[in-house]
């Protein structure tokens, strides 16, 4: 069944599942995009081994906004792990290693299951691994040229980077080099996320995010704000 197509929420970890914003819990506002009063929950823990105590973290997130129905979908994608995330209305791609859960989608069919959701309406949230791997891709053995990108499932346009604020985003800054001129790079620090809504804007959460693109030759880095601050400051860099 088609549906509008919802938000993709981001987050270079954990922390803004339990993040609470004027005394009330972020992780709230996705209820506003489900339509059945108690909606299922699919975890895919692909990317960290299907880790149970990373599992447990989703469990007490949802629990925490009243979603009781949860399933941690096995890397194997049983039957049953099919039917419940055919029916899940909030999915959760894990943190851990980028092509490590990209070849489990792929290879088992998860992949096509997910992007169906996507477009039939479910809420997608990313955590790290997973955020990325909802975006543009990530690069085989951290090596960046141009042939080397390791392409996911590019319903965020952009490359996203997590982890790297204490360097500067080098990584992020190379890829977007290295990319050219149509295609930008977001950083995300530690404790904070995206939103990238329907109509391509991109919402900071929590704290400022990194936007990398290259203008006339040059690498022009921006931050951009939560809505309740100031919008954006940008300055070119040399290339």
């Not at 996203?160 to 080099?177: N, Q």
Request: hydrophobic content about 40%; overall charge neutral.
């Amino acid at each position: 069944m088609q549906g509008p197509i919802k938000p993709l929420f981001l987050f270079a970890d954990s922390q803004p599942l339990f993040w609470k914003k004027d005394g009330a819990l972020f992780l709230d506002s996705i209820l506003m995009y489900v339509q059945r009063k108690n909606p299922k929950a699919a975890y895919i823990g692909a990317s960290n081994d299907d880790a149970p105590e990373y599992y447990s973290i989703f469990q007490s997130a949802m629990n925490s906004i009243g979603v009781t129905d949860c399933r941690m979908i096995q890397s194997k994608f049983s039957h049953a792990d099919e039917l419940f995330l055919n029916d899940s209305e909030i999915i959760l791609l894990s943190g851990g290693e980028v092509k490590k859960g990209w070849d489990i989608f792929i290879k088992t069919g998860i992949k096509d299951a997910i992007i169906k959701k996507y477009y039939a309406g479910a809420v997608l949230m990313g955590v790290s691994a997973g955020a990325v791997q909802l975006c543009l891709g990530s690069w085989e053995n951290g090596e960046i040229y141009a042939d080397n990108i390791i392409y996911t499932f590019k319903l965020g346009p952009f490359l996203l980077g997590v982890h790297e604020g204490k360097d500067d985003w080098s990584l992020l800054k190379r890829s977007v080099r290295v990319i050219g001129n149509t295609i930008k790079g977001v950083g995300i620090p530690s404790g904070g996320g995206v939103i990238y809504h329907p109509d391509q804007s991109v919402e900071a959460v929590r704290f400022p995010f990194n936007e990398f693109s290259i203008r006339n030759g040059k690498l022009v880095h921006c931050l951009i704000y939560p809505q309740s601050k100031k919008e954006k400051d940008c300055v070119e860099m040399l290339l």
